[in-house]
């Protein structure tokens, strides 16, 4: 089993940017897909990037030219560049496969866009 650890989230004003990691205890590199996530107070958790293991990328149409995922995979970690935040970008973000396996989910960063 892959333990997943999120980090780089933080406070920041709109229009800022944040970039998260997110490092794998084991190899990912057998991960077809990673995908970040995140959780806003009061709604669902929702998918918002995913990466293949060749690269091609997608991206929740609210994020879309704004956040930028990448990986490393021989380093086992999965990245998200996020610039030009909102605040409703306010969300405590994972990364986990996709789809999603539950025993994967971490304790997730928080990321808060106020000025």
């Known amino acids: 089993q892959v333990q997943l650890v999120e980090s780089g989230g933080g406070l920041v004003k709109p229009g800022g940017s944040l970039r998260l990691s997110c490092a794998a205890s084991g190899s990912i590199f057998s991960i077809n897909v990673m995908g970040w996530y995140r959780k806003a107070p009061g709604k669902e958790r929702e998918w918002v990037a995913g990466?293949?293991?060749?690269?091609?990328?997608d991206y929740a149409d609210s994020v879309k030219g704004r956040f930028t995922i990448s990986r490393d995979n021989a380093n086992n970690t999965v990245y998200l560049q996020m610039n030009s935040l909102k605040p409703e970008d306010t969300a405590v973000y994972y990364c986990?496969?996709?789809?999603?396996?539950?025993?994967?989910w971490g304790k997730g960063t928080l990321v808060t866009v106020s000025s």
């Open positions: 990466i293949s293991r060749g690269g091609s990328t």
């Open positions: 986990n496969p996709i789809p999603p396996r539950e025993n994967y």
